[in-house]
Every structure is written in C-alpha cells, then in structure tokens.
C-alpha cells in the first residue's frame, strides 16, 4: 500500500482540517439543522481516520497523543454529569432547558443544555471509534 | 433530606476523600481523618435517643422510585437505633484501633477505610431503612464491603478463597430474601414495614406465608452464620482483625438478627416461626460452642464462639417470639423475658467480643502468631493485653460481675420459661432447651478460659516465636480499654441501658403486645436469691472448669467425630462441580467461531419474529394498507443494492470483496436521501466510511480469502438462514406498514420539539431531548464495547505463555479466534 502516497498523503493534509472543521460545524448545528453529535463524532473520527491511513500510526500517534479511552471516559462523564446537573435545580434526571441571549457578535443567540449533552456524545463517539480502529489496526 | 438520611450519606462521600488524603497527606496516618466520621455518627444517633425512648419513632420519607412503591424512608425506632449505636460506636473503636493495626508504610490503608466507610453507610442504611427494597440494597452492599474488607490481602489465597466463599453464601441467601420481599409485596401491596405490620391479617391468612418466611429466613441466616450456613465465617477471619473485630462479630454478622428481629411482628406468633428461628438458634449455639473448643488459632476460637453467640441470641429471639402468640396478656409478659435477654446479650456480645478480638490482634501483632499452641506466658510481658482478655473471656463465660453473666442468667430463664410453654408442641419437646442450653454453656466456658489462659498463663515459649512480644503502643490498648469498661459498667449497672435502649427496643419488636401509651418495664437484677439459674451457672463453673483442667484427657476425642469439615467439602465440591459444568456448557456454543454466533442471531430472529408474525394474525395486514408507487429512481437504486448483494456473493478477493459491501451501504444512503431523511443519511454514509476503512486498516491481518472446503450441508443451511432473514425482514416491513393501529408518536414529537426542545431538527431534539436517557446508555454501552475490544485484543497476547499456543488460564473465545487464526 505504499504506491500512490504522495498525492494521497498531500490531499490528507488538507482534506482532513476541512472534514474536522465541518464535522463540528454539523455537531453545533445539529439542534436546527441535520447533523449532531453522533454524526459530528463519526465525522470527525472519518478524519482522524483519513490521516491515519494516510500517514500511518506511529506517526499519528506521536503528532496527536490522545488516548482514547480516556476520551471516551470524559465524553461519557459530561453526558452523565448534564443529566446529574439537573438535581441542582430540583428537576428529574437529563431534564434539558434552552433560552435565547443576546451575546456579542453572534447576536441573539440559542443557548441549549443538549448541546452540553451532545458535546458528551460527540466525543464519546470519536473516543469508541478511533480506540476500536486503533485496537484493530495496531494489532500485529 | 434529615439528618439521618445525611448520616447514612455522608460515610458513602466520605469515601471520595479518603484516597487523596492518603496520597497528598503522607505524614499523618489516614485513620485519623477517617476517625471523626464515626465518632461524629454516634453522636447524631446519640442525640436521638432521647426522642425515642418512650417508644415513639421517628419517619422522614425521601420519593425514590414512587412509580414501583420505593421510598428511601428513615425509619428509627429502639431497635434501629440500638443497632446504629453499635454499628458507630464500635465504628470509632475500630478505626482508632487500626489506625495502631495497620502500618502506613506498608497497607494500603487507603484502599480499608474506603470499604470500611461503605460498610459503615450501608450498615447503618440497613438498619435504618423501612422500605424493603432500599433495605435489601444496602444489605447487599454490606456483603460487598464484607468481600472486599476479607479481600483486604487479596494477594494471599485464603483471603480470597474466604472472600468468595463469604461472598457466595451471603449473596445466595441475599436473593433468596429479595424474592421473600417480592412475595410480602404481593401480599401486602406495600414495600414498607410499617405497612405490612399494619396490614397484618393480609399476610398471616395468606398461602405464601410459610414460603416467603423461608426464604427471608435464608437471608437472616446466611448474614448471621447461622447453621448450616456458617462455614463462611471461620474463613472470613483472614480479614485484618479490626475488619473481624467489626463486620464479624459485632455488626455485620448481627444484621440476620436485627432482620428477624424486625419482622417478628409481621411473622412472630407462628409455630413455623418459633421453630425454625429457636431450632436453628440451639443448633447454632452447641455446634459453634462445641468446634470453638478444638480450635488453636485465637481468631478461629472467637469465630466459633461468635458463630455460638449468635445462634444463642437468635434461639432467645425465637422464643421471645412465642409472647405475640400469647397476645396482650400476663402470660405475654412471661415469655418477653427471652427477647429481652436477646437485646440484652446482642450489646453484651458486641464488647466483650469487640474487646476479644482486638485482644487477638494485639497478640497476633507483638508475637507474630495467634497459634496458642505457640502462645503462653504472655501475661507478664503484657499486663494491660491480659487484663483486658480476662474480663472480656469471663464475660463471655459468663461470669460474674461482667454483663455476660447477667445475660447469661436471663439466657437460661428464658429457655427455662420455654420448657414451661404449652404451645407449639413445646410440652413434649420443651425440656430439651434448658439441656442444650446448658451443655453449649459448658462448653462456651471451656473455650474461654482456652483463650485467655493457654495464651496469657503457663509455660513462656519465646523460642518459638519470631519477635520479642512486648506491650502494644497505648493507642491500640484504647479501644479494648474503652469496650471492657463498658463490659464492667454494663456488668454493674445494667439498668442504665434497659430503660434507654431496651425498653424502646423491645416496644419496637412488640408493637402489638402493648396497650397505647404504655411501655415495657425492664429490671434486670443481680441476685434472684439461690434460684435454678444460679444453680445452673454454678454446675456450669464446676463442670466446665473441671473439664478444662482435663483438657489435655479428652481433646483427642474431637479426631474420632466425623470432621466438620463435611459441610465445607459439600461447599467445596459443590463450587468447583458448577464451574466444570458451567463451562462446559458455555464452551458447547461458545465456539469462537463469528459465523456460528451469527446463526444464534440470525435463528433467533427468524424463529422469534417469525412466530409472532404467525401466532399475532399480523400477516392479515398485508394489502391492507395504501402503499406509495415504486418510482423508477426507487427500482434502481433497488436493482444496484441487489446486484452489489449477489456479486458480493461471488467475489474471490477480498478487496472486491469490501468494496462490494461497502456499496451496499452506500446504496441505503441513496434511499435515505431520496426519503428525505437527511441525519439517517449522513449517519449511514459516515458509518459506511468508516467501516470500510476499518477494513482497509486491518487488511493486512485478515487471511486470504480463499474458497472454503464446505459441504453442502454446510452451504444449504447458509442459504436457508439468508433467505429466512430476508423474508422475515420484509414481511414485518409490510405488515408493520400495513397496519396503524394508533397514532403515530412521530406527530408529537414533530408538534413539540420547537416549543419544549428548542430544536428545529426533529432527530437531534429525540436523540438528546426527548429520548436523552437512550443515547446515554447507548454511547455508555458503546463505551463498554470499545474497552472490551481493546481488553481482548490487548491483553490476548499476555494470555499466551512464551513457549507457544497454550493459552494460561482458561481458554476465552478471543484465544480460541486468535489460535483459528493462526492456523488458517
């Protein structure tokens, strides 16, 4: 597999920041427009995929030292602690609010605690998929 | 929230803390942050024994699970407080004891107050919980922390073997209680005590009554060592001491009784009651009393005797049950006697037994045994260990002035009172109590003088032990100080705690033998003048101190009776039977093989889908509803998915191979666009790329694909679980389209996913909103996979031994695929 790499290895290198990028475009989007954190997540695990495959794992894992475990374990803690949070405010679990606020420069803006939540799925998504690819891929 | 539901929180919080003030406060031993917990505990509990002294009880509910009847409800009343006192008071003894117990340097003390705080909470959870089910839970959690305190040096086998063993038998008796909760619910259609006492002729005329009475039994039994269920405690001694100081003699091990003790209301005044509690209870007390005396090892002797104690408080209980037979009435007053003496001699117990066992543990830490084979002469070299065994062994023997003498006395009037009842078939069996009671006597007097003068008095035998014994550092004398005072205070003013917690306890078990308003009036006396009881304990001096002197004449005989061991072989072999078989059975369809895992799935679906669709009538649906016309983009995409399908069929390489099914995939993207549905299409294309570069990266590892040796048979039964797959799959789709019977919940969501979720898109606002709870788990599931895939194939390696393919340990499905693997 170590034909074509040139162009391929070249392309990564751009593809991958636009398909990262647009995977967190479609993450924050999700709650008005198609998109969310499982797909954002997927998305951007499709990235990190890209990379990987273009320049191999060593390399990767020396650039980005991420374990993936341990993201998919803070993933999981933000989901759970926005449903605990809900206690503070004396409402049953994973109970979700919104509200509009005038922030500067975006304007009036949507606040929602689902994208808290959704941050949660996002990254717990990216965290599964990449430890199972990575699992698989590293084993001799 | 009061502030008992916060005290039984806040040892569970406290936990969280422990760990970091081990690692960033070295200096200091642990112990000492952990000892204000209890010692604040008690004096919460402390500040409400006033309130309820005259019999009254004190309720806070706190909503749990309303929906299924589950409240986390505090209920105190004497017997729950009376627990909870020993359960924080013994509590602060033994956390100051180990702080001088368990070096800094070396334990991972960290790790032992953690459990023994989660004990603490759940304790005093059990005791304090009037609902059922919050009550079985903290009950289990007890048996939990037990395992993980006997586990303590997890890394010798005996603690882990006593660990299991615990473990197994308190946990079986556990789900056996579970399901006598279930049935009282049934019966009852409440979970709180205090209900089902209120509704009492709703249980008692009920068929299951006897059922579920055995099986809270079991419970009750289990936790309490009872016959035959004690073997577990013996073996639970390879806990650190303070752990058996607290959990195994005067806690834990008490939770049976306080169950039992609680429910005498709800079950108290049958004879099926009475028997099973005060016939187990003697068997209990002579067979532990008899085996205490063989023993040589000092915690194995108290391990005995705790197992006799209890038995012995458990036969008081069960007499004392008779009184609610006997109703409001003079004769009922008679025979409370015995459940006096049971409270009475559960708080005797717990310090004088506390005492012992710290006593044990010092020898154990200055000598380096607790063989008394070993031991002797020690009484010189420490005075204060000596003085301390002596009065907590009297005690026990029961002798006067200690406690143990006092309730001992009302032990045999109660059992001489028994011989008295004419209920129960207890006319003819009757005398025999008094005589069991008596010989277990005896014989719990020989194995305390064992104690306290084969280690303290005779021959010094230094030379056979590794260290130079001298006296234990102040602080570990403190708390056997403390208890064995207590066993002199309580000894010489036991009315001190017969008005404040005897009198409420036994209003708390009795509440239907009292008139309104009235209380129990407890006395408890040392000179009844030359009574039969007085003359009994004399008999018991003179033959048990006869018998020891002998000792050395008659111990051989013990080699001679069939071992006890039996019941521990039957445990034994029964244990390693069901794992054989049990793994047997699993490797019989665990093959390692994913095409055989697959025809699981698949069977299953197919037989299961299949049969509903047939037995329900729901194939009538089909034509019956309107079905959209198949546009030409729709046949299509339709023909390409089907043709990639069937080519796949055929592919050689395993390249094609992927490609082929990739694009089947990408197909059921196509569909979802064309149904607009945008997020399932984005999803299936993300996940469609994604596998299939999982794909690509394990290529290299995967064999070559290559035309496998398979029998028709083989092949004939792929096709006919394809074919049924499909037909299963496509009957449901038209059936499922067919038929709308109810409104689609789709509208709601659609009507209310701006206004309630904020969200203009649907999915999103369900995946995170409406259905939030779904995804948690879902990516919480996930999760677990991904670390379980890691697990095996990470750890696999480690499995395999150097020298080859032979796996270490037991061959796991992942050994298996990977040896496939290889061979192929």
């Given at each position: 597999?170590?034909?074509?790499?040139?162009?391929?290895?070249?392309?990564?290198?751009f593809?991958?920041?636009?398909?990262?990028?647009?995977s967190?475009?479609?993450?924050?989007?999700?709650?008005?427009?198609?998109?969310?954190?499982?797909?954002?997540?997927?998305?951007?695990?499709?990235?990190?995929?890209?990379?990987?495959?273009?320049?191999?794992?060593?390399?990767?894992?020396?650039?980005?030292?991420?374990?993936y475990?341990?993201?998919?374990?803070?993933?999981?803690?933000?989901?759970?602690?926005?449903g605990?949070?809900?206690?503070?405010f004396?409402?049953?679990f994973?109970?979700?609010?919104?509200?509009?606020?005038?922030?500067?420069?975006?304007g009036e803006?949507?606040?929602?605690?689902?994208?808290?939540?959704?941050?949660?799925?996002?990254?717990?998504?990216?965290?599964?998929?990449?430890?199972?690819?990575?699992?698989?891929?590293?084993?001799? | 929230?009061?502030?008992?539901?916060?005290?039984?929180?806040?040892?569970?919080?406290?936990?969280?803390l422990?760990?970091?003030?081990?690692?960033?406060?070295?200096?200091?031993?642990?112990?000492?942050f952990?000892?204000?917990?209890?010692?604040?505990?008690?004096?919460?509990?402390?500040?409400?024994?006033?309130d309820?002294?005259?019999?009254?009880?004190?309720?806070?509910?706190?909503?749990?699970?309303?929906?299924?009847?589950?409240?986390f409800?505090?209920?105190?009343?004497?017997?729950?407080?009376?627990?909870?006192l020993l359960?924080?008071?013994?509590?602060a003894?033994?956390?100051?004891?180990?702080?001088?117990?368990?070096?800094?340097?070396?334990?991972?003390?960290?790790?032992?107050y953690?459990?023994?705080?989660?004990?603490?909470?759940?304790?005093?959870g059990?005791?304090?919980?009037?609902n059922?089910?919050?009550?079985?839970?903290?009950?289990?959690?007890?048996?939990?922390?037990?395992?993980l305190?006997?586990?303590?040096?997890?890394?010798?086998?005996?603690?882990?073997?006593?660990?299991?063993?615990s473990?197994?038998?308190?946990m079986?008796?556990?789900?056996?209680?579970?399901a006598?909760?279930?049935l009282?619910?049934?019966?009852?259609g409440?979970?709180?005590i205090?209900?089902?006492?209120?509704?009492?002729?709703?249980?008692?005329?009920?068929?299951?009554?006897?059922?579920?009475?055995?099986?809270?039994?079991?419970?009750?039994?289990?936790k309490s060592?009872?016959?035959?269920?004690?073997?577990?405690l013996p073996?639970?001694?390879?806990?650190?001491t303070?752990?058996?100081?607290?959990l195994?003699?005067?806690?834990m091990?008490?939770?049976?009784?306080?169950?039992?003790?609680?429910?005498?209301?709800?079950?108290?005044?049958?004879?099926?009651?009475f028997?099973?509690?005060?016939?187990?209870?003697?068997?209990?007390?002579?067979?532990?009393?008899?085996?205490?005396?063989?023993?040589?090892?000092?915690k194995?002797?108290?391990?005995?005797?705790t197992i006799?104690?209890?038995?012995?408080?458990?036969?008081?209980?069960g007499?004392?049950?008779?009184?609610?037979?006997?109703?409001?009435?003079?004769q009922?007053?008679?025979?409370?006697?015995?459940?006096?003496?049971?409270v009475?001699?559960?708080?005797?117990?717990?310090?004088?037994?506390?005492?012992?066992?710290?006593?044990?543990?010092?020898?154990?830490?200055?000598?380096?045994?607790?063989?008394?084979?070993?031991?002797?002469?020690?009484?010189?070299?420490?005075?204060?260990t000596?003085?301390?065994?002596?009065?907590?062994?009297?005690?026990?023997a029961?002798?006067?002035?200690?406690?143990?003498?006092?309730?001992?006395?009302?032990?045999?009037?109660?059992?001489?009172?028994?011989?008295?009842?004419?209920?129960?078939?207890?006319?003819?069996?009757?005398?025999l109590?008094?005589?069991?009671?008596?010989?277990?006597?005896?014989?719990?007097f020989?194995?305390?003088?064992?104690?306290?003068?084969?280690?303290?008095?005779?021959?010094?035998k230094?030379?056979?032990?590794?260290?130079?014994?001298?006296?234990?550092?102040?602080?570990?004398?403190?708390?056997?100080a403390?208890?064995?005072?207590?066993?002199?205070?309580?000894?010489?003013?036991p009315?001190?705690?017969?008005?404040?917690?005897i009198?409420?306890?036994?209003?708390?078990?009795?509440?239907?033998?009292?008139?309104?308003?009235?209380?129990?009036?407890?006395?408890?006396?040392?000179?009844?003048?030359?009574?039969?009881?007085?003359?009994?304990?004399?008999?018991?001096?003179?033959?048990?101190?006869?018998?020891?002197?002998?000792?050395?004449?008659?111990?051989?005989w013990?080699?001679?009776?069939?071992?006890?061991?039996?019941?521990?072989?039957?445990?034994d072999?029964?244990?390693?039977g069901?794992?054989?078989?049990?793994?047997?059975?699993?490797?019989?369809?665990?093959?390692?093989?994913?095409?055989?895992?697959?025809?699981?799935?698949?069977?299953?679906m197919?037989l299961?889908?299949?049969?509903l669709?047939?037995?329900t009538?729901?194939?009538?649906?089909?034509?019956?509803?309107?079905?959209?016309?198949?546009?030409?983009y729709?046949?299509?995409?339709?023909?390409?998915?089907?043709?990639?399908?069937?080519?796949?069929?055929?592919?050689?390489?395993?390249l094609?191979?992927?490609?082929?099914?990739?694009?089947?995939?990408?197909?059921?993207?196509?569909?979802?666009?064309?149904?607009?549905?945008?997020?399932?299409?984005?999803?299936q294309?993300?996940?469609?790329?994604?596998?299939?570069?999982?794909?690509?990266?394990c290529?290299?590892h995967?064999?070559?694909?290559?035309k496998?040796?398979?029998?028709?048979?083989?092949?004939?039964?792929?096709?006919?679980?394809?074919?049924?797959?499909?037909?299963?799959?496509?009957?449901?789709?038209?059936?499922?389209?067919?038929?709308?019977?109810f409104?689609?919940?789709?509208?709601?969501?659609?009507?209310?996913s701006?206004?309630?979720?904020?969200?203009?898109?649907?999915?999103?606002?369900i995946?995170?909103?409406?259905?939030?709870?779904?995804?948690?788990?879902?990516?919480?599931?996930?999760?677990?996979?991904?670390?379980?895939?890691?697990?095996?194939?990470?750890?696999?390696?480690?499995?395999?031994s150097?020298?080859?393919?032979?796996?270490?340990?037991?061959?796991?499905?992942?050994t298996?695929?990977?040896?496939?693997?290889?061979?192929d």
């Amino acid at each position: 597999m170590k034909i074509n790499d040139v162009i391929f290895q070249t392309a990564a290198k751009f593809v991958t920041f636009i398909i990262f990028t647009f995977s967190f475009f479609i993450f924050m989007a999700g709650h008005n427009a198609p998109g969310g954190g499982f797909i954002g997540g997927l998305m951007g695990a499709g990235a990190l995929v890209l990379v990987t495959l273009a320049f191999g794992m060593k390399l990767v894992r020396a650039v980005l030292p991420v374990n993936y475990r341990i993201l998919t374990a803070v993933g999981l803690m933000i989901a759970t602690l926005t449903g605990i949070g809900s206690f503070v405010f004396d409402v049953p679990f994973l109970s979700h609010t919104f509200g509009y606020y005038d922030l500067p420069i975006l304007g009036e803006t949507e606040l929602a605690t689902a994208t808290i939540f959704d941050l949660g799925v996002y990254l717990t998504v990216i965290g599964i998929t990449m430890s199972i690819i990575l699992t698989i891929g590293e084993d001799e | 929230m009061s502030l008992l539901h916060i005290a039984i929180v806040i040892p569970f919080t406290y936990t969280i803390l422990v760990p970091f003030l081990r690692k960033y406060i070295r200096q200091a031993h642990t112990g000492w942050f952990v000892l204000p917990v209890p010692v604040s505990l008690f004096f919460v509990v402390v500040s409400y024994v006033d309130d309820i002294r005259g019999g009254e009880a004190i309720e806070y509910s706190l909503p749990w699970i309303p929906s299924m009847d589950v409240h986390f409800t505090v209920y105190a009343d004497g017997l729950s407080m009376l627990f909870a006192l020993l359960i924080t008071g013994i509590g602060a003894l033994v956390v100051l004891y180990s702080i001088f117990y368990l070096s800094k340097l070396t334990e991972a003390i960290h790790r032992f107050y953690v459990y023994l705080l989660m004990f603490m909470g759940a304790m005093l959870g059990v005791v304090l919980s009037d609902n059922l089910i919050v009550l079985y839970g903290f009950w289990e959690l007890t048996s939990i922390s037990s395992f993980l305190l006997i586990a303590f040096w997890y890394k010798r086998e005996k603690s882990r073997y006593g660990a299991q063993k615990s473990m197994l038998i308190t946990m079986f008796g556990g789900f056996a209680m579970l399901a006598g909760f279930v049935l009282l619910y049934l019966m009852s259609g409440t979970f709180s005590i205090r209900e089902i006492i209120a509704k009492l002729d709703l249980v008692s005329s009920h068929a299951l009554f006897l059922p579920t009475m055995i099986l809270v039994l079991l419970g009750a039994f289990t936790k309490s060592a009872q016959f035959p269920f004690h073997i577990w405690l013996p073996d639970a001694m390879e806990a650190p001491t303070p752990v058996s100081a607290y959990l195994h003699s005067a806690t834990m091990v008490k939770a049976g009784i306080y169950l039992v003790a609680r429910l005498t209301p709800i079950f108290g005044g049958s004879a099926e009651w009475f028997w099973f509690i005060s016939g187990i209870g003697l068997i209990t007390l002579i067979w532990g009393s008899i085996s205490a005396v063989k023993q040589t090892d000092l915690k194995a002797i108290l391990a005995f005797s705790t197992i006799s104690q209890l038995g012995l408080i458990m036969s008081l209980i069960g007499l004392g049950s008779a009184a609610i037979y006997y109703g409001y009435s003079g004769q009922s007053e008679y025979y409370t006697l015995a459940m006096t003496a049971a409270v009475f001699h559960l708080i005797n117990h717990a310090t004088f037994k506390g005492a012992l066992f710290m006593v044990a543990g010092i020898v154990d830490h200055e000598t380096g045994t607790r063989d008394i084979r070993k031991l002797g002469g020690l009484a010189s070299l420490m005075p204060i260990t000596f003085t301390c065994a002596l009065i907590g062994s009297l005690s026990m023997a029961g002798l006067p002035p200690f406690n143990g003498f006092l309730s001992k006395e009302m032990f045999f009037t109660g059992m001489l009172r028994a011989a008295e009842m004419d209920v129960f078939s207890m006319d003819t069996w009757g005398v025999l109590f008094p005589v069991i009671a008596w010989i277990a006597s005896v014989f719990t007097f020989i194995y305390s003088f064992i104690f306290v003068f084969r280690t303290f008095t005779g021959k010094k035998k230094l030379d056979q032990l590794t260290t130079i014994p001298h006296e234990a550092p102040l602080g570990m004398l403190l708390s056997p100080a403390v208890l064995v005072s207590l066993v002199i205070i309580f000894g010489l003013f036991p009315d001190i705690l017969s008005f404040s917690l005897i009198e409420p306890a036994l209003s708390a078990i009795y509440p239907s033998i009292m008139a309104a308003g009235d209380r129990f009036h407890v006395q408890i006396a040392f000179w009844h003048g030359l009574t039969m009881e007085l003359i009994m304990t004399i008999g018991v001096v003179i033959i048990g101190g006869a018998l020891f002197l002998a000792l050395r004449r008659w111990i051989g005989w013990y080699g001679r009776i069939p071992r006890k061991l039996a019941l521990n072989a039957l445990y034994d072999g029964g244990l390693t039977g069901i794992e054989r078989l049990s793994s047997r059975v699993t490797r019989s369809y665990m093959t390692g093989s994913v095409r055989d895992y697959l025809v699981y799935i698949f069977g299953f679906m197919i037989l299961v889908v299949g049969f509903l669709l047939l037995r329900t009538g729901a194939l009538d649906f089909i034509g019956h509803g309107s079905y959209a016309n198949i546009t030409l983009y729709e046949a299509l995409l339709a023909g390409v998915t089907m043709m990639a399908a069937i080519a796949a069929l055929f592919a050689r390489d395993r390249l094609i191979l992927i490609i082929l099914v990739g694009s089947v995939g990408y197909m059921a993207t196509l569909f979802f666009v064309l149904f607009r549905a945008p997020d399932l299409a984005l999803t299936q294309m993300i996940v469609e790329t994604v596998s299939v570069s999982l794909f690509l990266l394990c290529f290299y590892h995967l064999p070559k694909l290559k035309k496998e040796m398979s029998t028709t048979y083989f092949r004939l039964g792929n096709l006919l679980i394809s074919i049924g797959v499909g037909l299963v799959v496509m009957i449901t789709a038209l059936c499922a389209s067919g038929a709308r019977l109810f409104d689609s919940i789709a509208d709601y969501y659609v009507a209310n996913s701006h206004d309630l979720g904020g969200g203009n898109n649907v999915v999103n606002v369900i995946l995170v909103d409406f259905r939030g709870f779904d995804t948690m788990l879902e990516i919480t599931v996930l999760g677990i996979a991904s670390l379980g895939i890691y697990a095996m194939i990470k750890l696999r390696s480690d499995m395999l031994s150097p020298l080859g393919r032979q796996p270490v340990g037991r061959s796991y499905p992942s050994t298996s695929l990977r040896r496939k693997r290889d061979e192929d």
